[in-house]
């Protein structure tokens, strides 16, 4: 089992930039793909992005393609999220997530095993 903890959620004014971390802890790195969700108050969570166990391929919704970033160090068990250009919709919790079955392409569809606690991301309208 892994355990996931992120960080770095916070108030952003419009326009502006958020780099969200999740530090994994218990089961080697690189046997997890991972990714980020996002469940906004009233909402589905929802799929934001997600990347490769050792190859780096990402992958995005389409309502961030373009203004996030999903990267990971496996040295460092850590997966990211930079959020640029952010608007008062991005405005929601964000999970962390890690899957030790399915692939990266998959996590759209197929629901991750393990979850952070989360981090609160507000962008302000």
């Known amino acids: 089992q892994v355990q996931l903890v992120e960080s770095g959620g916070g108030l952003v004014q419009s326009g502006g930039s958020l780099r969200l971390s999740c530090v994994a802890s218990g089961r080697p790195f690189t046997r997890y793909a991972m990714g980020w969700f996002r469940q906004a108050p009233g909402k589905e969570r929802e799929f934001v992005a997600a990347i490769s166990r050792t190859s780096g391929r990402t992958y995005y919704a389409d309502s961030v393609k373009g203004r996030f970033l999903i990267s990971r160090d496996n040295a460092g068990n850590t997966v990211y999220l930079q959020m640029n250009s952010l608007k008062p919709e991005d405005t929601a919790a964000y999970y962390c997530?890690?899957?030790?079955?399915?692939?990266?392409?998959?996590?759209?569809?197929?629901?991750?095993?393990?979850w952070g606690q989360g981090t609160q991301v507000t962008v302000p309208s």
């Open positions: 997530a890690a899957d030790p079955t399915n692939t990266a392409a998959a996590m759209g569809i197929i629901l991750p095993d393990y």
